[in-house]
């Protein structure tokens, strides 16, 4: 509606200026003014995580936070992740292990997985799991899951590159 | 002509879905991208549970700029019939429910008005202005009390609440229980819950020629929603689309058909220009279709050796305000009647089985359907027929079980179970969980450091691949049970399957490519799946109830066996041989015998879509395009073993999973992989159902749980590591030899926890007979228990 206000936040690396009315949330702004509709929404309650993103390199809930509200940040989105011939080992390790299905929530898991590698490089299983424990995944009944962040953690301090 | 080429079904080939899913690429609903002037539907839901509407007034939603338009029950009226399940079943009280409701609301989350806009937001500030007057009016939301005669009518052509009474019984069913040693009588209750698919539920209605609307859909059930859409609109089916996207799980809410989407259609084609509406969870906990509200009494005639002569089942389930389409709301009343005998040897039986109506959210499908409950409670019998007798509960089993040798044997309800492995997956799973160690040290005590442990078993049978026949002998005539494949061999020599189904997750476009390029023999890189869309391929009954490879994989099947006869025909005639001489393998075609006459793939698709210089054999027609349809039988019958081991705190009641084995039987196996991801995800659902899933309305039909921070899911600290083991014992009754698996992992989590539970409290003798067992109930019983 009226009222807007320009915001500059930069989105995977580049910088967006743009024109948001204050209340428009964060993961919309991704969505639909951005068009990365790899952050979706599952709950708009701050439960589910299937919009988390890395809002200055730490995990946040897009749908808890209005874009006006995110001015001068910077975020990363999934479709930041892989380059155009490789997946992130990350993204590789959940194809091998089988570790979506639906693939919904994937995007949330996978930016809670780069958050814990990046912190702890070397998570035991329960670290892992307490590390996931926000993101809901209503399809693999998680043990994919933790087998493929497990791997992706060895194939990382192997030195591969994201 | 025969095919040697390696079979690639059985191995666990990755997914060719993950790439672009994993890229953040899918295109579920609302990623598509939409036209400039699509309009965004938001719905006004009723606060109350039963009410009369006495006024709505729109004046300042209009008001608003960018609102387009707000449209009451009766203005839908005009442009949907009321929908409805067809269900033909004696003494099934037919029912109808208004898109939109009119005058009266009958359940909390109830739509009784629409508003139009031109962005989501506006929608949803329109949605706030309109101005809605009810009068509450008396309410009963439970199932017991729905009966009662001074109870409130839900819904005018359902007299006294009762949707429908279901009975059975064989003839010497009371001279079972009159001669037998023992009678157990228990009740079971189980909790109302949903599934909760991560993606809510939304639809984008686009007019587009040559069709008059594309209708995108998060559906399992494209081709019974264009039917239904063009049915209640009063529309040429012939120009209707339906498209399924990607689909954010399903779990079989998403095989219901919905108001909104007859709504979000209607408004597309009368207001000419794309609509689209996005549901978010609130209104997703409201009202997708619920489950599970049942209540099972249950007694067991028995002889000293613990084998059940009769069975009696007193069944009661929740249908919720309207019977719900297109399945209606006997689906777990004849479900659950039908199903509980499960693997055993019970030949004198009887039921009576009903669907109730209350002021609650209609009932449908939910992975597992009444199986989790109807298991609870035969499993529960099993245990407590051990308990009383002092033997094993496992032993107990063993002793009824059907044993492989007598099968093919048709149940006591006329459900053919063609081949199996009850006896088999029992005794695996007790050695892979150490069932006999792990019961030696309870000998010790089942309280160790502070926690009661104990051991569940849940030995079942699960429905799968149900055809015509299954579904008339629930009465659901209209429910076809085929589906169909379309193969084609493209120009190239590469392959295009199309078939009836529409994935929510469990990777259709790897394992049917894997189905196809065996049946063919061609690599599985040729191949190429095609789902979801009713402009691409035949009409089939689609994706629910464990179906897609039994009717899907038995469909491309026919249709591919169907293309390798027409390759084999042109084959032979441009190497001057006879089709039956025709060797396939690794996408060439050669004589018996002498390789170096072959051809490849290409080179025939050439001919038959006349691209070089032969001719077609005399006869045969242009292209490579085949279809063919699959109806299975009856049902197809897979079964499993489940076995928990469960470690309850005595002090706070929380339930620990300490270990979980699975062995599971769904005939030949496609991919393996997939099939453990099933199960374990279902099992987790069972899990969160066991332990702490619960949709609450109170006495009023208020609801308590219209958030996930009230409704609770299992997370990755809840769902254990899993052992998993399969036996593979190929349907002989279906083509291709497969079970369906979709269903088993809820179904056998529920009762496997429940008797966990049950057997680590054992010495405390409390009776756990109900769920979800969260801590609260079960520090109570300890502690009434332990006085």
Request: net charge negative.
């Amino acid at each position: 509606m009226t009222d807007e206000c320009e915001v500059t936040i930069t989105v995977n690396g580049r910088n967006r200026r743009s024109r948001v009315e204050p209340r428009r949330l964060l993961v919309d702004y991704l969505r639909h003014d951005l068009g990365l509709t790899g952050t979706h929404i599952g709950c708009e309650q701050g439960v589910c995580g299937a919009c988390t993103v890395l809002l200055d390199g730490r995990t946040a809930r897009s749908c808890l936070h209005f874009a006006v509200a995110v001015d001068g940040s910077d975020i990363r989105t999934v479709e930041d992740l892989a380059s155009l011939d490789d997946l992130h080992p990350i993204q590789e390790m959940f194809h091998q292990k089988h570790a979506l299905q639906c693939g919904f929530c994937t995007p949330g898991f996978l930016l809670t997985t780069v958050e814990l590698l990046e912190s702890t490089p070397d998570p035991d299983e329960a670290a892992i799991r307490e590390a996931l424990m926000n993101n809901v995944c209503r399809c693999t009944g998680y043990a994919n899951i933790v087998d493929a962040v497990t791997e992706a953690a060895v194939e990382l301090r192997r030195g591969r590159q994201p | 002509m025969s095919s040697d080429t390696h079979g690639v079904v059985g191995q666990s080939v990755l997914r060719r879905e993950d790439d672009y899913l994993l890229r953040g690429q899918g295109r579920f609903v609302d990623d598509l991208p939409t036209p400039l002037n699509t309009l965004h539907l938001a719905f006004v839901l009723s606060p109350f549970a039963h009410a009369r509407i006495t006024s709505i007034d729109a004046s300042e939603a209009l008001a608003l700029d960018g609102v387009v338009d707000v449209l009451t029950g009766a203005d839908l009226a005009t442009m949907v019939k009321p929908i409805a399940a067809q269900i033909e079943l004696p003494g099934y009280s037919f029912n109808t429910r208004d898109v939109l409701a009119i005058d009266e609301v009958r359940f909390a989350g109830e739509a009784v008005a629409v508003v139009v806009a031109e962005s989501q937001y506006l929608a949803e500030d329109g949605m706030e202005l309109v101005d809605v007057d009810y009068e509450p009016l008396p309410v009963v939301t439970d199932i017991h009390q729905a009966t009662d005669p001074a109870a409130p009518q839900v819904n005018p052509t359902v007299p006294g609440n009762v949707y429908f009474e279901g009975r059975f019984a064989t003839e010497n069913v009371d001279a079972g229980f009159e001669a037998a040693a023992h009678v157990i009588s228990e009740d079971f209750h189980s909790n109302r819950v949903t599934a909760v698919p991560i993606e809510p539920r939304g639809c984008l209605a686009v007019p587009e020629q040559p069709a008059n609307l594309v209708f995108y859909s998060s559906t399992q059930i494209h081709h019974l929603l264009r039917t239904a859409l063009a049915e209640f609109l009063d529309v040429a089916e012939s120009t209707l689309r339906v498209v399924v996207p990607d689909v954010g799980g399903g779990f079989g809410i998403k095989a219901a058909l919905y108001p909104e989407e007859f709504v979000c259609a209607a408004l597309a084609l009368r207001l000419r220009r794309p609509v689209k509406w996005i549901q978010d969870r609130y209104g997703a906990l409201l009202t997708d279709v619920h489950a599970r509200d049942n209540h099972y009494r249950v007694d067991a005639a028995f002889d000293d050796d613990g084998i059940v002569g009769a069975l009696r089942a007193e069944i009661r389930t929740n249908g919720g305000a309207y019977s719900a389409v297109p399945f209606g709301c006997t689906l777990e009343t004849t479900g659950g009647a039908r199903m509980i005998v499960g693997p055993y040897r019970i030949t004198e039986y009887e039921y009576t089985a009903t669907a109730v109506a209350t002021h609650t959210a209609p009932i449908l499908a939910y992975r597992g359907v009444a199986q989790p409950v109807c298991f609870m409670a035969i499993e529960g019998i099993m245990d407590r027929i051990a308990r009383r007798l002092e033997l094993d509960p496992a032993e107990v089993r063993l002793r009824n079980m059907v044993p492989t040798a007598e099968l093919p044997w048709n149940n006591v309800v006329g459900v053919r179970y063609d081949t199996g492995s009850f006896v088999e997956s029992l005794e695996l799973a007790m050695e892979m969980a150490n069932y006999d160690e792990f019961r030696a040290s309870q000998a010790q005590g089942r309280l160790v450091d502070g926690k009661y442990r104990g051991i569940g078993i849940c030995s079942f049978t699960e429905v799968s691949g149900t055809g015509a026949p299954g579904w008339r002998a629930r009465g659901l005539s209209r429910l076809p049970g085929f589906d169909s494949g379309t193969v084609k061999v493209e120009p190239t020599g590469k392959v295009t399957a199309f078939v009836s189904h529409a994935h929510s997750g469990q990777g259709h476009f790897t394992t049917f490519a894997q189905v196809v390029a065996d049946e063919l023999g061609v690599p599985l890189s040729d191949v190429t799946v095609v789902e979801g869309d009713t402009a691409a391929g035949p009409y089939g009954t689609n994706t629910f109830a464990s179906r897609s490879a039994v009717t899907g994989g038995g469909a491309l099947i026919r249709a591919s066996e169907k293309a390798r006869l027409k390759l084999a025909r042109i084959a032979a005639f441009m190497l001057e041989s006879t089709p039956e001489d025709i060797v396939v393998a690794d996408g060439q075609m050669h004589v018996a015998g002498v390789p170096s006459r072959a051809l490849s793939f290409a080179e025939v698709a050439e001919t038959a879509y006349a691209m070089n210089t032969f001719d077609l054999p005399e006869g045969e027609s242009f292209g490579i395009e085949e279809t063919d349809f699959y109806d299975p039988p009856l049902v197809t019958m897979a079964n499993a073993t489940h076995i928990a081991q469960v470690a309850v705190d005595a002090a706070d009641g929380t339930v620990d999973i300490e270990g979980y084995v699975v062995v599971h039987d769904c005939g030949r196996v496609i991919n393996p992989m997939i099939v453990d991801g099933q199960v374990m995800g279902g099992v987790a659902q069972g899990i969160g159902e066991a332990l702490m899933e619960e949709f609450v309305y109170d006495s009023d039909g208020q609801v308590r749980t219209a958030t996930l921070m009230d409704y609770l899911l299992p997370s990755s600290v809840d769902v254990p590591n899993f052992q998993i083991a399969h036996i593979e014992s190929p349907s002989i009754d279906t083509v291709g030899g497969f079970k369906g698996v979709g269903e088993g992992g809820l179904i056998g989590a529920v009762p496997s926890i429940v008797n966990a539970v049950a057997d680590a409290l054992a010495d405390l003798e409390v009776n756990v007979n109900t769920k979800p067992l969260r801590p609260a109930l079960l520090s109570r019983l300890i502690r009434e228990a332990s006085g």
